[in-house]
Antibody, heavy 122, light 110 residues
Framework: QVRLQESGPGLVKPSETLSLTCIVSGDSISGYYWNWIRQPPGKGLEWIGYIYYSGSTNYNRSLKSRVTMSLDASKTQFSLKLSSVTAADTAVYYC????????????????WGQGTLVTVSS | QSALTQPPSVSGSPGQSVTISCTGISSDVGTYNRVSWYQQPPGKAPKLMIYGVTNRPSGVPDRFSGSKSDNTASLTISGLQAEDEADYYCSSYTSTYTWVFGGGTKLTVL
């Protein structure tokens, strides 16, 4: 059974860098896109970006200047760094697996981690 | 990329059917059949319910169905059950290789 588990500090100070890791168990990272998505308390989902197993990335335009994603295939994990955080970055952060069909046309997020709450506060 | 538009809330009684709409634009919902739907019970992670507009993953009851007309996708839940009470989000993979989500719809089973 494939599982995703987010880990990282639950509290980050304003202006510092938020760092999270998603550990993939039960499967390899190869062949998939790996996403980060966040949800501020009481609000909807916001896509942050994804990293392909090859290392290529694509980020939400509104966050692009502050986001860096990386992956470690040997450890079957991938990471998110979000710099210069403010209170507006307080949210539950989810990692999610992004799959595509044989034609490459269809994409969907088939597997999600349980989420981790990150609070930005001094 | 603007968020997709969903109604904030819908409700229905057990056994009834409800439909949740999701309106986008031509560069996402309108042109591509890449709409997916996610169920999020309170305090839990989202779960995939529909992908490719109409396809159900293994294990999702056939009470859940999806459709699309022009720039609007829809999720229909028939034979409502108490366990269906949750937030529902639509999403689309866009022409610019990004993901966009709807604002979410809270389903209340009366």
């Amino acid at each position: 059974q494939v599982r995703l588990q987010e880990s990282g500090p639950g509290l980050v100070k304003p202006s510092e860098t938020l760092s999270l890791t998603c550990i993939v168990s039960g499967d390899s990272i190869s062949g998939y896109y790996w996403n980060w998505i966040r949800q501020p308390p009481g609000k909807g989902l916001e896509w942050i970006g994804y990293i392909y197993y090859s290392g290529s990335t694509n980020y939400n335009r509104s966050l692009k200047s502050r986001v860096t994603m990386s992956l470690d295939a040997s450890k079957t994990q991938f990471s998110l760094k979000l710099s210069s955080v403010t209170a507006a970055d307080t949210a539950v952060y989810y990692c999610a697996r992004d799959v595509y069909d044989s034609s490459g046309y269809y994409r969907w997020l088939d597997l999600w981690g349980q989420g981790t709450l990150v609070t930005v506060s001094s | 990329q603007s968020a997709l538009t969903q109604p904030p809330s819908v409700s229905g009684s057990p056994g009834q059917s409800v439909t949740i709409s999701c309106t986008g634009i031509s560069s996402d919902v309108g042109t591509y059949n890449r709409v997916s739907w996610y169920q999020q019970p309170p305090g839990k992670a989202p779960k995939l319910m529909i992908y490719g507009v109409t396809n159900r993953p293994s294990g999702v009851p056939d009470r859940f169905s999806g459709s699309k007309s022009d720039n609007t996708a829809s999720l229909t839940i028939s034979g409502l059950q108490a366990e269906d009470e949750a937030d529902y989000y639509c999403s689309s993979y866009t022409s610019t290789y990004t993901w966009v989500f709807g604002g979410g719809t809270k389903l209340t089973v009366l």
